[in-house]
């Protein structure tokens, strides 16, 4: 059964670089018919996605944080990344990677999530 | 941006009931939907997708309709377990994929 973990800082300064791994188990991440997804929650909020990625390193990403956005993935590592530079207040999220189904030559539906993980930033 | 609206934001129902929340989308989105169960401090976890298919695993008391912009799903006996919250996703046009606001729903 396929699970994903994320693992990183909780805690994270204003204006640094929130940087977070996604470790894929019981799958491979190099398989064809997926992407492999970030998405984030605010306390008391609703759900926002970041960003997703192929195994070949294509992506896509949310043009209201693109520019500070980066995901990379490692195949050796069975691993995706996510990296938000110039992080502020409203960045604080519970961050969640997620498996993105390709169905029809055509990303879908995310399933599964991980746990996900809360990054507060604050000095 | 495809914008996903969903109503209501909240509300109380009793065990045995049949519930309907509503997704509406900005602009038409063929059947390129999917729902999602959220209980506090969990995952989402994936219920419904191309509108009307139910993942496996998921309680067949789960349901889900509608094509272009209007969706809905459909709970149809509420069991103590399904008092969550509910989130649509659109995926027929990204980026950005865009999730609804979501729906609350609480014990009566």
């Known amino acids: 059964q396929l699970q994903l973990q994320e693992s990183g800082p909780g805690l994270v300064k204003p204006s640094e670089t929130l940087s977070l791994t996604c470790t894929v188990s019981?799958?491979?991440?190099?398989?064809?018919?997926?992407?492999w997804g970030w998405i984030r929650q605010p306390p008391g909020k609703g759900l926002e996605w970041i960003g997703s990625i192929y195994y070949s390193g294509s992506t896509y990403y949310n043009p209201s944080l693109k520019s500070r956005v980066t995901i990379s993935v490692d195949t050796s590592k069975n691993q995706f990344s996510l990296k938000l530079s110039s992080v502020t207040a409203a960045d604080t999220a519970v961050y969640y990677c997620?498996?993105?189904?390709?169905?029809?030559?055509?990303?879908?539906?995310?399933?599964?999530w991980g746990q996900g993980t809360l990054v507060t930033v604050s000095s | 941006a495809i914008r996903m609206t969903q109503s209501p934001s909240s509300f109380s129902a009793s065990t045995g009931d049949r519930v309907t929340i509503t997704c509406r989308a900005s602009?038409?989105?063929?059947?390129?939907l999917a729902w999602y169960q959220q209980k506090p401090g969990k995952a989402p976890k994936l219920l419904i997708y191309?509108?009307?298919t139910l993942q496996s695993g998921v309680p067949s008391r789960f349901s889900g309709s509608g094509s272009g912009t209007d969706f809905t799903l459909t709970i149809s006996c509420l069991q103590s377990e399904d008092f969550a919250t509910y989130y649509c996703q659109q995926y027929y046009s990204y980026p950005p994929i865009t999730f609804g606001q979501g729906t609350r729903l609480e014990i009566k």
């Open positions: 191309a509108a009307s």
């Open positions: 602009q038409g989105i063929s059947s390129y």
């Open positions: 997620a498996r993105w189904v390709v169905a029809a030559s055509h990303p879908n539906w995310f399933d599964p």
């Open positions: 019981g799958g491979s991440i190099s398989s064809s018919s997926y992407y």
